[in-house]
């Protein structure tokens, strides 16, 4: 069913509401391929009426996110960033906290984690660090808006075509278990995760404090007042010395003079509460 003028800003409307995605018009080709077959299941006659039944019906609005959400992800996703964790900040929030009331917990947030691959990739660039894995508190934190794919976070559990997607042969053999299903995330590294579905453009209530953040090809979909109300917000969440990491190309330089670029292994982040230290990071 081809959406028509009206259908489609009902949609935009409804997406906007439900996700802080910004569809602008142009975007009826998405509108039709993502949602035809959600309004045809409906028995709705129009895009307008659907949006009307979505708007009172729960898992309808769930249907809703996981179709018009692009969950696009890999494994060490644009590398550059996970070479920045093993040899600069990692070792230096390490270092950093030795010495500190809680010199071996870590807090990670991988905001708009997809199906978890982000998350789990940081779990492994922080094992390629550390000799002990096992005895650190490293706590990961994944959240998405989209149900469906906070879902297969939780199962950690990939296909053939996913889990070859930037994922090494010496990752593959060392933290998953090949099962009828796929390939599933072991237990050392799913250990160190939990995810929860959460959207991004709601306070961000018993998050607690990170160490880190990535927050990765979201924003992009947001308008620009959103897109720095969210990293704003999202720089209140870290610790003094806490490092943030966007999608490549993805600047947060106008946010002011706290969020200058800095650049590590290619990689490009951004540590808005001032330097680490040990002083500074103890908790
Ligand atoms: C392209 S993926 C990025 C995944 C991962 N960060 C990466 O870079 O590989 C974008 C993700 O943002 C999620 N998303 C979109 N709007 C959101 C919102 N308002 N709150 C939380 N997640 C959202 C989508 O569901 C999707 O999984």
């Known amino acids: 069913m081809k959406p028509n003028g ?91 906290k030795a010495g500190s009331l809680f010199p071996k917990k870590f807090r990670v947030w991988s905001a708009a984690c997809s199906t978890g691959q982000e998350a789990y990739s940081i779990a492994m660039a922080f094992a390629d660090v550390v000799p002990d894995f096992e005895s650190w508190d490293l706590q990961i934190y994944g959240t998405d808006i989209s149900p469906a794919a906070v879902a297969q976070a939780q199962r950690g559990v990939y296909n053939e075509l996913e889990v070859n997607r930037g994922l090494d042969q010496k990752y593959r053999g060392a933290y998953f278990v090949k099962s009828a299903g796929g390939w599933g995330v072991n237990d050392v590294l799913k250990r160190r995760c939990r995810f929860e579905v959460r959207n991004l453009l709601k306070p961000f209530t018993n998050v607690g404090t990170f160490d880190l953040i990535f927050c990765r090809n979201v924003a992009i979909y947001f308008t620009p007042t959103d897109r720095k109300s969210l990293f704003q917000r999202l720089g209140q969440t870290l610790n003094r010395g806490g490092w943030l990491f966007t999608g490549s190309g993805e600047s947060l330089m106008d946010l002011g003079p706290n969020w200058a670029p800095k650049q590590h292994c290619r990689a490009v982040c951004y540590q808005p509460n001032g330097c680490n230290g040990v002083a500074t990071l103890k908790r």
């Open 6 to 96: 009206a259908d489609i800003d009902a949609i935009c409307d409804l997406v906007n509401e439900l996700c802080g995605i910004y569809l602008d018009t142009s975007k009826d080709y998405l509108i039709e391929g993502r949602l035809a077959k959600l309004v045809k299941q409906a028995g709705c006659a129009s895009y307008v009426d659907f949006a009307r039944k979505v708007r009172v019906d729960a898992r309808l609005k769930n249907d809703v996110v996981d179709a018009i959400t692009t969950n696009e992800t890999l494994w060490f996703r644009d590398n550059t960033p996970f070479d920045a964790l093993r040899y600069k900040i990692f070792p230096e929030l390490i270092d950093a």
